[in-house]
């Protein structure tokens, strides 16, 4: 199995602060991505990255930020929490984009309060 | 944009069989089928290309009608650890740029 691991596992912050969220493989695949998983809904891409620095945003971008200074961590930052981000974030990864299939990190539980 | 997935939950006995549609407003390039366990993280099933190829995997194949955007997951002689909730994730334009687009997810549940 491709190695990609997110952290925290999960997390409690309150309304208003800065949060980042941090997505780190071990294979070199060029394509990263964002999701957050929300009932009634299904995974809705937040932002992606298809190389370094090379980032774009996703149907639901609003109020997050994403950087990738190296090919192995694309970090998730919510730039001042909202009740409405509370949700499980996923991180998956991709060798050939859409060409083969996205294998997702455990995600993380994000609680805001 | 999101594909539409039915039935939205099913519940089946073990061995029977059944299928999860994904249908689509939008022409597409290729779906990719997954299965998400509760609590644990969605797992790769299958892509499919445009081309009305139809795949499997285990007890598990799937179709794609790219004239109507649609594609079908079947699942046959269900077992136990059939359980849990089916994506489907579409792409639109070809390229490996754009991401998928998934659909809210089919809950499935095999009792005994």
């Known amino acids: 199995d491709a190695g990609i691991t997110q952290s925290p596992r999960h997390k409690v912050t309150e309304t208003g602060t800065p949060v980042t969220l941090r997505c780190h493989q071990t294979?070199?695949?060029?394509?990263m991505y964002w999701y957050r998983q929300d009932p009634g809904h299904g995974l809705r891409l937040i932002h992606y990255s298809y190389g370094v620095k090379d980032t774009d945003k996703g149907e639901v971008s609003d109020g997050y930020s994403v950087s990738r200074s190296k090919t192995e961590d694309f970090l998730l930052t919510l730039e001042s929490a909202t009740s409405s981000q509370t949700s499980v974030y996923f991180c998956?990864?991709?060798?050939?984009?859409?060409?083969?299939?996205?294998?997702f990190g455990s995600g993380t539980r994000l609680t805001v309060v | 944009q999101q594909p539409v997935q039915s039935p939205q939950a099913v519940i089946l006995r073990e061995g029977e069989d059944a299928v999860i549609n994904c249908s689509s407003s939008k022409a597409l390039y290729s779906v990719h089928w997954y299965r998400q366990k509760h609590g644990e993280a969605p797992v790769f099933l299958m892509i499919l290309l445009k081309g009305g190829e139809q795949k499997g995997h285990e007890k598990i194949s799937a179709s794609f009608n790219e004239k109507k955007q649609q594609s079908s997951l079947y699942l046959t002689a269900s077992q136990l650890s059939y359980s849990g909730t089916y994506f489907c994730g579409t792409e639109i334009i070809k390229g490996g740029n754009t991401p998928l687009v998934f659909g809210k997810g089919t809950r499935l549940s095999v009792i005994a």
């Open positions: 998956a990864i991709s060798l050939t984009g859409t060409q083969g299939g996205y294998t």
């Open positions: 294979e070199n695949h060029r394509y």
